[in-house]
């Protein structure tokens, strides 16, 4: 099972909400990763985690908060979003966070926040 | 930051015919990755090229590496209807621990 999931795949909501995206992977993968993409842009990394624990935050905002409950799971939580992140934010895993592994990238969320 | 550095930005091709899409980076690297991306969908790894390889094929796919000048390009021989879409390459640069850099993607048009 090469698959990484990502529910739901269509997001809406206002900015007073308060939602989470949710990732998983079956493929014993040790590192997992979100990024955010806006439109015709490249994806751009917020937030790795390696074993389970949070190495790297990309300055992003404190109203996103990522979550990583087991090795197979990891949660994007939102909350008082701004329209400007209204992006799709795709959940991706490779075997470790070092050098040399590919990336698995799930279909990803397409948030649109009003 | 941004790694990497797509040329064309775009490119529309009739199926059959060959693409090239090149790829300049700032930095001294790992290894190079390709990626292509569906319209609105996620990313799909194609090939991975380490600092000390000079090129790479994969099917259809041809990738090489200039270290020297710091660029790449992925040729894609007989392309089909089915290889449009967007292409990514991101870079692992020396010290970032397998974080990925992505470039600015060249669309890719292909015509039957």
């Known amino acids: 099972d090469t698959e990484v999931t990502q529910t739901p795949k269509h997001l809406v909501m206002g900015m007073t909400n308060k939602k989470s995206l949710k990732c998983e992977q079956h493929?014993?993968?040790?590192?997992m990763y979100w990024y955010k993409q806006k439109a015709k842009k490249p994806p751009e990394l917020m937030f790795v985690?390696?074993?389970?624990?949070?190495?790297i935050n990309e300055s992003v905002p404190s109203r996103f908060s990522p979550e990583c409950p087991n090795s197979s799971l990891l949660n994007l939580h939102l909350h008082a979003l701004q329209p400007e992140d209204s992006a799709l934010y795709l959940c991706?895993?490779?075997?470790?966070?070092?050098?040399?592994?590919?990336?698995?990238f799930g279909p990803g969320t397409r948030l649109t926040v009003t | 930051s941004q790694q990497g550095e797509e040329d064309p930005q775009a490119l529309s091709i009739q199926e059959g015919e060959n693409a090239t899409m090149n790829c300049s980076y700032k930095?001294?690297?790992?290894?190079l990755q390709w990626y292509r991306q569906n319209s609105g969908r996620g990313l799909v790894h194609l090939i991975l090229i380490r600092s000390n390889e000079r090129e790479k094929h994969s099917g259809r796919l041809r990738v090489t590496l200039d270290t020297s000048k710091k660029s790449s390009s992925l040729l894609i021989t007989a392309s089909r209807a089915a290889d449009t879409a967007s292409y990514f390459c991101?870079?692992?640069?020396?010290?970032?621990?397998?974080?990925?850099?992505f470039g600015k993607g060249t669309k890719l048009s292909v015509k039957p």
């Open positions: 985690y390696s074993y389970e624990k949070l190495s």
């Open positions: 930095t001294s690297i790992n290894n």
């Open positions: 991101a870079t692992d640069p020396e010290g970032s621990q397998g974080n990925l850099i």
């Open positions: 493929m014993g993968h040790r590192a």
């Open positions: 991706a895993s490779s075997q470790e966070r070092v050098q040399s592994y590919e990336q698995y």
